[in-house]
């Protein structure tokens, strides 16, 4: 068996209890190979979206983009990347934060991986098409504001479902579907032979890489109840 069971509220008090402590409960069944392969690729997939730009066809827009602003495509580099950074510093706690409190019918977490895989492949489509320094900012910005969305959820999941005395060796593997996901997005980004493929073969992959873990495995779902209450000072301190 490779994962935890998942009860589906009906509408009846005692299901929606036992579902919410199942979504909330420490996890104590051990995942499989199945599961962890499958969420440690779409894991990976993200990290092509953000590499496969940062090491290659965000640095070759630059050089195209800059000759004529004033500003040297170093230093375009910078600015694009630097906006993406503070995008991504608020992005991922604040979505962590809200798929913590998700009640859809498909779980907490799988809403936030699907939309933004799709949301990251989409932007990064529009990166594909930027015109000059702003289209490129805004459309890394947004890169980082949808794959952000997928990388809290993914990351979310491990503690939702792997106990405690398996987290390091699944934590092992996404951390290597990560180093792969880097020199995978690099690749793809190179091999493509342009910067418009470069950004279609790595929003392709972006997007085909969760299917695989958000159409096999059925994610916790979080009875509306249950769903903690939000706090902005509880999410800028960190506790909720």
Same mark, same amino acid.
């Given at each position: 068996m490779t994962t935890t069971g998942s009860s589906v509220d009906d509408g009846n008090p005692a299901s929606a209890t036992a579902t919410s402590e199942l979504a909330l409960a420490e996890p104590v069944e051990r995942v499989g190979r199945g599961w962890t392969s499958t969420l440690s690729l779409a894991n990976g997939a993200i990290w092509v979206g953000w590499y496969g730009p940062l090491q290659i066809l965000l640095a070759s827009q630059a050089k195209d983009f800059a000759p004529g602003t004033g500003m040297s495509k170093e230093t375009m580099l910078a600015w694009v990347t630097g906006a993406g950074a503070l995008v991504s510093l608020v992005a991922n706690p604040l979505f962590g934060a809200l798929s913590d409190r998700t009640t859809a019918r498909w779980g907490r977490r799988t809403p936030w991986i699907v939309g933004g895989a799709a949301g990251g492949a989409l932007s990064l489509l529009l990166l594909a098409g930027a015109g000059g320094v702003w289209t490129m900012a805004a459309g890394w910005c947004l890169v980082q504001l949808t794959l952000n969305a997928a990388f809290a959820a993914i990351t979310a999941a491990v503690p939702d479902r792997v106990p405690r005395l398996q987290r390091g060796s699944v934590g092992g593997w996404l951390g290597a579907a990560q180093i792969l996901g880097v020199v995978g997005g690099t690749g793809l980004a190179t091999a493509a032979g342009g910067i418009g493929a470069g950004y279609v073969a790595c929003a392709v992959f972006t997007a085909v890489g969760v299917l695989p873990y958000v159409l096999r495995y059925k994610d916790l779902q979080l009875p509306p109840?249950? /769903? &903690?209450? @939000?706090? @902005? &000072?509880?999410?800028? /301190?960190g506790s909720g």
């Open positions: 109840a249950a /769903r &903690p209450v @939000w706090s @902005w &000072p509880g999410f800028v /301190r």
